[in-house]
C-alpha cells in the first residue's frame, strides 16, 4: 500500500522541518493514535505501531506536552530488528492543549495540526452557554479557525433558532446545526475535510462527536456508545480514539469526550473568544477601567441597554481569573523548577 501523504496535509514547510532528520532508515508519518508509549502512525507504507525512541522520550521528560498526539507528524525510525520507534514530534503548527488537574502539568495536548476546531455541543440536551464559551477560547487559543457545531439538531424543531442565540456566545464563529441521522448541515462539515485538511472534535462526553466523526469518514471506524441515558448524558463508553482519513482526503481527530477543561495560562484565546466584551472595552473612557462603576464605561452601557448580559460578563471575568491564577501558578513553577532539579 502506497499513501500520499499530502492528502493528510504533508506539505512543503512539513517536508523541511523533516529534512534534517532525512535518513535511510527514517521515514515520515502521522500519528493516528497515541497511547502511553505506543503510537498509531500512517506512514507513505501504510499504518505501523511505534514505540518511543531514545530521543522522543528524553523530550518528553524535559516538557511531557511533546509527547506524540493524534495529528502529530513524527520522525519514525526503522530498525534492522523490524522495530520502528517514533524518534521526534515535528513541530506543531496548531495545538489544542487543556490544563489539567496535575498542577505540575504543562496540558494534555488533544490534538495537533488541525486546521479547523470544531467545538461540539449537543442542541439536547439544552447547549451549556458556559461550556461553549470556555470550549471556545480553548478553540481559538490553538491556533486553529474554531467553528460550533450543534448536533442533534433532528432533537428540536427549530435548530435554526438556537443557533441564533448561540452565534452571540460566538464572535466571528460559524455555527452550524447538523444531524448525522437525517444529514442535515454535513455539507458544510465536509468542506472542511478536503483533502490536505484537518479537522479536530471538541466537546462533552456524549455531544456526538464519534458519531459525526463516522459519518464524515464515510465508514463507521470508531465504535459508537449506543448506551443513551434518560437525561441524554450518555456514557462515556469509547476509549478508542483517533485520528481517520476521510474517503477522497482530509482527516477528522475525535478527541476525548471532556468533563472539564482547564485553560491554561494565555489570554489571547479568551479576547478572541469574548471579541465582543474587549471591543466594548476598548471603547470605555479609562485604559484600565474595571467596567464596575466608572464613568462613561461601554461595558456598562451595554448591559444597560441589552446587547451585553450579565451572564456573559460573569462568564468573561470567570475565565479571567481563573487564567490569572494559572499564570501565577505557572511563575512559581517556574522560579522553583530549577531548585527543585538541584536535590
Ligand atoms: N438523534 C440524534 N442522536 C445522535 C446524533 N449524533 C449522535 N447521536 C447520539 O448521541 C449519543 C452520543 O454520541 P457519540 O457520538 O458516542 O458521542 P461522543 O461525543 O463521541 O461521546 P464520547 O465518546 O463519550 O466522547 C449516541 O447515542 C448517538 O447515537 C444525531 O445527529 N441525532
Ligand atoms: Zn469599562
Known amino acids: 500500500m502506497s499513501y ?21 532508515d527514517t521515514v515520515p508519518g502521522r500519528v493516528l493514535r497515541a497511547d502511553r508509549g ?4 500512517l506512514t507513505a ?27 502529530d507528524w513524527a520522525v519514525l525510525r526503522n530498525w534492522p530488528d523490524r522495530r ?9 503548527r ?14 494534555q495536548v488533544l490534538a495537533a495540526n488541525m486546521d479547523t476546531v470544531a467545538v461540539v455541543e ?10 461553549v464559551e470556555r470550549l471556545l477560547a480553548l478553540a481559538w487559543e490553538s491556533g486553529a479557525d474554531p467553528v460550533l457545531v450543534l448536533t442533534k439538531s433532528d432533537t428540536t424543531r427549530d435548530p435554526a433558532a438556537i443557533a441564533r442565540q448561540l452565534a452571540a456566545l460566538a464572535p466571528d464563529v460559524p455555527v452550524i446545526p447538523v444531524s448525522v441521522p437525517t444529514g442535515a448541515g454535513l455539507d458544510q462539515l465536509r468542506e472542511l475535510v478536503t483533502p490536505g485538511r484537518t479537522l479536530a472534535l471538541l466537546g462533552r462526553s456524549g455531544a456526538g462527536k464519534s458519531t459525526l466523526a463516522n459519518a464524515l469518514a ?5 465504535p459508537v456508545q449506543t448506551i443513551r441515558d434518560a437525561d441524554g448524558k450518555g456514557r462515556h463508553t469509547t476509549a478508542f480514539r483517533q485520528l481517520v482519513t476521510v474517503a477522497g482526503g482530509g482527516s477528522v481527530i475525535d478527541t476525548p469526550g471532556i468533563r472539564g477543561v482547564g485553560l491554561l495560562d494565555t489570554d489571547s484565546g479568551l479576547d478572541r473568544a469574548f471579541a465582543d466584551v474587549i471591543e466594548l472595552a476598548g471603547h470605555c473612557r479609562f485604559d484600565n477601567c474595571r467596567h464596575e462603576s466608572e464613568p462613561e464605561c461601554a461595558v456598562q452601557a451595554a448591559l444597560a441597554d441589552g446587547s451585553l448580559t450579565q451572564r456573559r460578563l460573569a462568564s468573561w471575568r470567570k475565565l479571567h481569573r481563573e487564567v490569572a491564577v494559572e499564570s501565577r501558578r505557572r511563575s512559581v513553577r517556574m522560579a522553583t523548577a530549577p531548585r527543585r532539579r538541584q536535590h
Not at 506539505?11 to 532528520?21: C, G, H, I, Q
Not at 522522543?56 to 509527547?67: T, Y
Not at 520502528?84 to 506543531?92: A, G, I, N, S, Y
Not at 464515510?218 to 470508531?222: E, F, L, P, Q, R
Open 4 to 24: 500520499d501523504l499530502s492528502q493528510l496535509g504533508w506539505d512543503e514547510l512539513f517536508a523541511s522541518s523533516f529534512r534534517p532528520y532525512d535518513r535511510s
Open 38 to 41: 505506543v503510537s498509531t502512525v
Open 45 to 71: 507504507d501504510g499504518v505501523t505501531r511505534a514505540g518511543l525512541g531514545g530521543n522522543a522520550l528524553l523530550e518528553a521528560a524535559r516538557d511531557p506536552s511533546l509527547l506524540p498526539c493524534s495529528g
Open 84 to 92: 520502528v520507534t517514533l524518534e521526534l514530534v515535528l513541530p506543531r
Open 94 to 107: 496548531t495545538t489544542l492543549i487543556r490544563r489539567t488537574a496535575d498542577k505540575d502539568s504543562s496540558g
Open 122 to 131: 449537543p442542541i439536547f440536551p439544552e447547549p451549556n452557554d458556559a461550556r
Open 218 to 222: 464515510g465508514t463507521s471506524v470508531m
